[in-house]
């Protein structure tokens, strides 16, 4: 009797039945966020069309369209890109590794700590933090606070191995703990210091530069790199950490390994373009729901990150009376997303 189950399967996965629409779906999604990000960057006051972007950006433009596409507004269409990719893959990550739809860095604390760390050194006038400011700057600032952030979280929930629910119970602890240190750093501030830090908690797009897209480009690169290559050895982690133990997975230094890559990817967006809320705990979700795949799926969660952010940063400019930061539109979208997921987790 011959069997029906495609070549290549491995035995106790589900993924056979799901992949060929996984692949359709990722394909779909790059098609649709290539779009948005060529039609962000044809919207602005020098209205430019879609082909002309798309000749631009192949080379082909005019000098005119090549001053306004690539240097005017590709840093910050590009920043949303990388921003967004990175973020969804933080929250594919933490979600598959918690097994937990709720698991994101903006509730295991790791964009609180970064949050933390950079409204100090804007608010702290003089001396040490001063210094520190000027030579190593706000982004580099960030992003040590989200790294040193989630690894606080992870010592803290470690007891022999890594449990979902503790990992999120700790995170928002620590979140909490951030957020408070935050409150109390912009209240003791000059209002001066104040107002610069708060256009920067709020998460925005605006006035990114190339030395800031070109760091978090290749920093993101790197990483999916990483991931791609240990995601291997953490699919059979979805069968529990007994039978990944018996095929051979040293599934405590896999899942250290992700949770790494999670807390650099979210240091990293954050560090490019502020505490982005919602992005990283909606994204997963939805590339999830449209692949139809039992757990969060990489590459489709970073692409539905981008597409959410593009398109929240096109909304913040053009849809409404006057432009907001981004961050805005994304909190507007991810708050009922919260909602909806805490009364399916109640209902079950």
């Not at 470690?158 to 209240?187: D, Y």
């Not at 605006?206 to 953490?234: H, I, K, N, P, Y």
Request: hydrophobic letters at 60%; charged letters at 10%; one cysteine or more.
């Amino acid at each position: 009797m011959t069997s029906s189950v495609a070549p290549g399967v491995r035995l106790g996965r589900v993924s056979f039945v799901w992949r060929p629409w996984l692949v359709l779906v990722t394909l779909l999604l790059t098609a649709a966020t290539f779009l948005v990000f060529c039609l962000s960057i044809s919207v602005g006051d020098f209205p430019v069309g879609l082909s002309r972007v798309i000749a631009t950006i192949l080379g082909r433009g005019e000098r005119v369209d090549e001053f306004v596409v690539m240097d005017l507004r590709m840093p910050r269409a590009l920043a949303g890109l990388v921003v967004g990719i990175a973020l969804g893959m933080s929250g594919a990550i933490t979600q598959s590794v918690a097994r937990n739809p709720l698991a994101s860095p903006d509730i295991l604390g790791i964009t609180g700590g970064a949050s933390a760390v950079a409204v100090f050194l804007v608010t702290v006038s003089g001396g040490t933090a001063a210094a520190v400011a000027g030579s190593v700057g706000l982004p580099a600032a960030a992003l040590a606070g989200g790294l040193g952030t989630g690894l606080l979280v992870y010592f803290l929930a470690w007891r022999r191995g890594i449990e979902g629910f503790r990992l999120i119970l700790i995170g928002i602890s620590v979140s909490a703990v951030m957020q408070a240190i935050t409150t109390w750093l912009l209240v003791s501030a000059d209002i001066r210091d104040v107002a610069r830090a708060q256009a920067w908690l709020v998460g925005s797009l605006d006035d990114r530069s190339w030395d800031e897209v070109r760091v978090a480009f290749w920093c993101t690169v790197v990483l999916m790199a990483v991931v791609a290559g240990v995601a291997f050895q953490f699919k059979p982690m979805h069968l529990g950490d007994d039978i990944a133990a018996g095929l051979g997975v040293r599934y405590s230094r896999v899942r250290a390994v992700l949770l790494l890559c999670a807390v650099l990817l979210a240091a990293g967006a954050v560090s490019a373009a502020g505490p982005v809320p919602f992005v990283a705990l909606v994204a997963p979700q939805v590339a999830m729901r449209l692949a139809k795949y039992p757990t969060p799926p990489m590459l489709a969660s970073g692409l539905v990150g981008a597409l959410l952010l593009i398109g929240a940063d096109l909304v913040a400019r053009t849809a409404l009376p006057i432009t907001l930061p981004v961050g805005v539109v994304t909190a507007a979208i991810g708050g009922p997303f919260l909602v909806c997921l805490l009364v399916r987790a109640n209902l079950r």
